[in-house]
């Protein structure tokens, strides 16, 4: 894989996603054999979003690799307070450092800040758009569950703003996966998404009842409906108590249904799906670290 | 041109004439090429003149101004019939057509509020063009109707 950036979903291919997924099981099998890997090398975080997860995993990933980070902190006790522009920013850090992460609350961020940047950069999220290195985990989760053979995929919650979900989506494509969407009708796929889609000639449904294609998925890809997205607290009770699963929803699964969720939940996945053998997302939180290990070693190596 | 549409707008001695633009899309024309008259420009508009071919058309004369293919073809978005005659000497010395380009740089403004090209960041918007519509290549969003609505205004 040679890519000096890595923005969009979109721009991997499978070859380059399988290239990330075999290096990531080599680590997770022998994480030693990588341990002064990239003694010396420096990561530079920004994030002007919160982050738990992806920047810990982030942080955690490229630390076993022998390397460290620089983290630009709260977006509260930086320069950006004082007015810089993102622009600024990134030209400044990337003298900092070897790599840069970042998430941004704003579309096209990421793509915007390569522009200005000479070392690579990774999108850890940007607003609405996209976020390809939680896709290159969920693909880790799915080939080590389900596998890539012959996959009906249900992806359910927030597609329209879900950035996972639309990274997931294009990178499906290149598996031939057959795709359902499940969402309230507000939520559904933004229109570049489906076209991206069409475009590729992939296998999708929409649907707004999760009941319909339940006892034909391999996975179920569960996000979070947040109440910011509705005019009214009880608008948002209503719509969100849908789509809601709990160990009676999958009881008319298939046994080996594979259920992820990017996290953080609130009440989207009961509580009584952890003590299933569909729950998956826990260990799904887990694979961020030797796929984002993996993701830095490769990219890292390409520019050494 | 008829000897009728010669009365209306009259002849350049050196420019561009921007034929067959659809009717009523005149001065967002002007707007995407970034004329405002502010930097003294001569400039004659036709609105809504009778047509064989469309109906009805609008017509832009700009006087001492040789606008290139690349500048045109934008217009192609709002008017694609339109017609380029580069005129010297009273003479019409070029005439194309408005081609489809298929990037659009600092033309359109991105309707997405929460697109970065929308900020006070040092990037143009950037729009390539689809069969049908424009993408953000920003932040992916598509345009499809009233393209003319999103014409950036500095």
């Known amino acids: 894989m040679r890519h000096d950036h890595i923005i969009s979903a979109k721009q991997l291919s499978r070859a380059d996603i399988e290239s990330v997924l075999d290096r990531a099981a080599e680590i997770a099998a022998d994480p030693s054999a990588v341990a002064d890997r990239h003694a010396g090398k420096l990561l530079g975080m920004l994030f002007f979003e919160p982050s738990t997860r992806t920047k810990m995993s982030f942080s955690a990933a490229m630390k076993r690799l022998g390397g460290d980070i620089v983290d630009m902190g709260p977006v509260d006790q930086s320069s950006v307070k004082k007015g810089e522009s993102l622009a600024d920013t990134v030209r400044v850090v990337e003298g900092y450092a070897d790599a840069l992460v970042m998430r941004h609350p704003l579309e096209g961020s990421a793509k915007m800040a390569s522009d200005f940047v000479d070392v690579p950069l990774i999108n850890a999220g940007d607003g609405a758009g996209q976020h390809p290195t939680q896709t290159l985990l969920d693909l880790h989760t799915i080939r080590e569950s389900a596998g890539f053979d012959d996959l009906t995929v249900g992806i359910m919650g927030d597609l329209k703003y879900g950035r996972t979900v639309h990274s997931l989506a294009h990178a499906l494509t290149t598996f031939d996966a057959t795709q359902h969407f499940i969402s309230p009708e507000s939520l559904q796929l933004p229109r570049s998404v489906r076209y991206d889609l069409h475009e590729t000639g992939a296998s999708m449904r929409e649907h707004t009842e999760l009941d319909e294609v339940l006892p034909s998925l391999d996975v179920l890809y569960v996000t979070r409906i947040q109440r910011e997205r509705f005019p009214d607290e009880n608008e948002y009770r209503e719509i969100a108590g849908e789509y809601q699963i709990d160990a009676e929803t999958l009881e008319a699964a298939s046994d080996d249904l594979v259920v992820m969720h990017p996290l953080p939940r609130v009440d989207e996945i009961a509580a009584d799906v952890d003590e299933t053998t569909h729950a998956h997302y826990f260990q799904q939180a887990h694979n961020g670290v030797p796929v984002r290990m993996a993701l830095l070693d490769l990219i890292l190596e390409g520019n050494a | ?154």
Not at chain 2, 23 to 38: C, F, K, M, P
Not at chain 2, 41 to 51: A, D, K, L
């Open chain 2, 1 to 154: 041109m008829t000897d009728d549409e010669e009365l209306r707008v009259s002849k350049i001695t050196e420019g561009t004439v921007i034929d067959h633009i659809t009717g009523g899309q005149a001065l967002n024309v002007l707007a995407i090429l970034g004329i405002d008259g502010s930097r003294g420009e001569e400039v004659s508009v036709g609105m809504n003149v009778p047509s064989d071919r469309l109906g009805r058309k609008d017509i832009v004369k700009v006087e001492g101004r040789e606008l290139s293919q690349d500048e045109v073809d934008v217009l192609s978005l709002i008017a694609p019939a339109a017609t380029i005659n580069i005129v010297r000497d009273y003479d019409v010395i070029e005439k194309h057509r408005v081609e489809r380009p298929e990037q659009v740089v600092g033309v359109l403004e991105c309707p997405n509020r929460n697109c970065i090209t929308t900020k006070s960041e040092p990037v143009d918007s950037h729009f390539d063009v689809l069969d049908e519509g424009v993408r953000c290549a920003y932040c992916n969003t598509i345009i499809r109707e009233g393209i003319a609505d999103h014409i950036q205004v500095d």
